[in-house]
């Protein structure tokens, strides 16, 4: 009995620490399965950390290359650009160069800052009518219309004049000619401010220069009326019938009806020449033809001091012309 009670508590204390050990190991798992799931978790939280910088790394890498590539799209849409703005200046370079060989004058267009220096430089008033006789140098003393009575024709600077009759709102300017000042021919229209007139009086002596066609055809473009004027005509007639001849002042009877009879074909011979060659000059410029206004200075001023003159050709014609333009043109400004 003694025995089987001995095996019986020695077999309760096996089971026991069979029991023990069993748990402990179980415990043993159990730890080594957490430990497990914890690195797995820990390796698993390090591959997404890992994987979200790679994105955000391949996300910049992309953005940087995406910025580069857009920055030399840009650089080379500038460049081209820059080339195709240099090809068009070039190209207009040798067009002006071409055109000037070619005796084309280029279009210079004022800005609206030299509009208005212009007109201030000559005093421009809304209410005043302004014309401005212009031309080559040399031409007269400049007086169509009384713009310049008393001026040499050596004018350096635009001299303002007001009208003989102060009941007239107009100003007259004597433009100093082209052969007075350092410009080109086609440029003497702007230079002189000549687009901010009402109408421009283009005076020639002995003839009709690359100067006037500039002017005519640039006041053409800005839409200013203009008057062709040839002036001296007395002179020009006596030179005529110098050449026919005539060399005497003599009083008597015959010298007197020879030279009435040499005065009236020379001064035939010049107005139809005059018109001819005016003609010829327009229609070579492909400007419209246009009347020119023949004058003698002493004439025309005799007329604008109110004096019976003896022999007039168009300087009647002309002061009537000028004033009805003026007065036609100031009807119409008044209605706008």
């Not at 029991?19 to 939280?45: G, V, Y």
């Not at 107005?271 to 004439?299: C, G, H, M």
Request: with cysteine.
């Amino acid at each position: 009995m003694v025995e089987a009670a001995m095996a019986a508590k020695r077999a309760e204390e096996l089971a026991q620490a069979a029991s023990k050990a069993s748990q402990e190991e179980a415990a043993m798992f159990a730890r080594e399965a957490e430990e497990e799931r914890e690195r797995s978790r820990k390796i698993q939280e390090d591959a997404e950390r890992a994987m979200a910088a790679a994105r955000e790394e391949a996300e910049r890498a992309q953005k940087v290359a995406d910025e580069q590539r857009a920055a030399a799209e840009a650089g080379k849409a500038q460049a081209e650009e820059i080339a195709r703005a240099a090809a068009e200046e070039a190209r207009k370079a040798n067009e002006a160069e071409r055109r000037l060989k070619e005796g084309i004058q280029p279009v210079v267009t004022p800005t609206l800052e030299e509009l208005a220096a212009a007109k201030k430089r000559i005093q421009y008033r809304e209410d005043r009518f302004h014309f401005a006789v212009a031309g080559i140098s040399g031409s007269g003393n400049r007086d169509a219309g009384a713009a310049a009575v008393g001026v040499t024709e050596t004018t350096l600077s635009t001299t303002r004049y007001a009208d003989a009759n102060s009941d007239n709102p107009y100003v007259w300017y004597d433009i100093p000619g082209a052969g007075t000042i350092k410009c080109r021919d086609w440029q003497y229209f702007n230079e002189q401010g000549l687009y901010v007139f009402d109408c421009i009086v283009v005076l020639f002596d002995n003839r009709f220069t690359m100067t006037d066609i500039a002017i005519l055809t640039n006041a053409r473009r800005f839409k200013i009326p203009t008057y062709i004027v040839r002036s001296k005509a007395d002179q020009h007639i006596r030179n005529i019938m110098m050449d026919m001849g005539y060399d005497s002042e003599g009083d008597d009877e015959e010298d007197i009806e020879r030279r009435n009879q040499l005065h009236k074909a020379a001064r035939k011979q010049f107005i139809e020449r005059t018109r001819k060659s005016v003609k010829s000059n327009l229609e070579d410029a492909n400007l419209p033809d246009q009347r020119v206004y023949i004058v003698s200075n002493a004439t025309l001023l005799n007329l604008v001091l109110n004096k019976v003159p003896k022999k007039t050709i168009d300087e009647v014609g002309l002061l009537n012309d000028l004033l009805n333009e003026a007065y036609t043109r100031r009807a119409r400004r008044t209605a706008q």
